[in-house]
């Protein structure tokens, strides 16, 4: 070791001050000609990227670009850009909430954003949960809008998916004790995706879920965030090696009053009637559900929100889970206590009128009338 730094000084005394000042310049100029050029969006221009579109599950296949944004601990997001997809420099103890929306192709190769304004107040609100700062929404909207049309060909044909939008904000800065992060970043990426279960749109299968519980009172269960995921892996690939689809959660406090999945949210559906369990602060308020419940109600259905036992399952005609990921899924079968009962679904059912209106709202078949839908090219 001790030759070796002996060597290097040898080397660094071989160069005049002013070859080491060129060099140094040199430098300089190359690492800021390489900045300019990472400002420079390189958009392909090929209409589709080289995709099986026909097979496309719900797994990561990172598109073209993300957009990156940085805010310190004065709470100013600086102006974020757009940069290739890959890894970034993050602080060992970096914490995120996360957010997710969907761009779709109408038939005419026409790019539409489905209410990326309501993700931007959720998130907003999670933060300051959270206790960290949040883009503004016009920020939030315009980065998932740059980032949808940088990566347009990765965008399915009409019918084939979607693409994924992943808005995520993280507090990048280090920090040893309990408190808020110096800095904080955030990021959107995109993936093209298919149908979220391995059924596709076939009848899920879920399983109520007795021992583990996913959010409690008072705690941030209804912040989408990653502390709020990791509580349900261990039911969920419990219920998954048992064959079913997804887990159905309990209150934590009474076990007796329906959650939501692991993922989404859950509508039960008894004649004119459709039941969903109330936003609480112990569950997830999705876009989706929202929307649902909106169109639900012009369609002349009945619409609940309340605490939902969970025996009101074992006489519910129909039920079915919505979320981004997810869309409007209908449900086949819930084990309740070794006990299952079947739900209709097919064709004429509650869920598919639902599905059928909002995917028709979403990817542009029917005239948006509430102003959910943006057109990008």
Do not use: H
Not at 119 to 125: D, L, P
Not at 328 to 352: F, H, L, M, N, W
Request: hydrophobic share 35%.
């Amino acid at each position: 070791m001790i030759k070796t730094i002996s060597t290097l000084r040898k080397s660094a005394n071989m160069f005049s001050d002013e070859q080491l000042q060129t060099f140094s310049k040199y430098n300089a100029q190359a690492a800021s000609a390489l900045r300019e050029e990472r400002k420079k969006p390189l958009y392909q221009d090929a209409e589709y990227a080289d995709l099986d579109w026909d097979n496309l599950g719900f797994g990561l296949t990172p598109a073209d670009y993300m957009y990156v944004m940085k805010c310190s601990k004065d709470g100013e997001f600086t102006e974020g850009e757009l940069s290739p997809y890959g890894n970034i420099q993050l602080s060992p103890s970096a914490g995120a909430i996360y957010e997710g929306t969907k761009a779709y192709r109408n038939e005419n190769g026409k790019l539409l954003l489905f209410r990326p304004d309501q993700n931007a107040m959720r998130m907003k609100i999670g933060a300051e949960r959270m206790l960290m700062p949040s883009p503004s929404v016009d920020q939030f909207v315009l980065a998932v809008k740059q980032t949808a049309f940088a990566n347009k060909r990765w965008v399915p044909p009409s019918g084939k998916g979607s693409l994924y939008i992943r808005p995520l904000l993280m507090g990048s800065g280090p920090i040893l004790g309990l408190g808020p992060a110096p800095e904080y970043t955030f990021i959107v990426y995109a993936s093209p995706v298919g149908n979220y279960f391995k059924e596709g749109t076939a009848a899920l299968n879920l399983y109520v879920e007795e021992e583990y519980v996913r959010a409690a009172p008072g705690g941030a269960g209804g912040v989408k965030s990653i502390t709020n995921y990791a509580p349900v892996l261990k039911a969920l690939s419990r219920a998954k090696s048992r064959g079913f689809s997804d887990v159905l959660y309990l209150d934590s406090v009474k076990k007796k009053y329906l959650e939501e999945a692991s993922s989404c949210n859950v509508f039960v559906v008894k004649g004119r009637t459709i039941s969903t369990p109330a936003t609480n602060g112990t569950i997830l308020e999705g876009v989706t559900r929202k929307s649902v419940m909106e169109i639900a109600s012009d369609l002349g259905y009945k619409v609940v929100e309340k605490a939902v036992p969970v025996d009101e399952l074992m006489d519910a005609d129909e039920v079915f889970c919505t979320g981004t990921a997810v869309g409007v899924a209908p449900v086949g079968t819930i084990t309740y206590q070794d006990k299952r009962t079947e739900y209709e679904t097919g064709d004429e059912s509650v869920c598919q009128k639902l599905r059928s209106a909002l995917v028709s709202i979403q990817t542009g078949v029917t005239e948006d009338t509430k102003g959910w839908v943006t057109c990008l090219n």
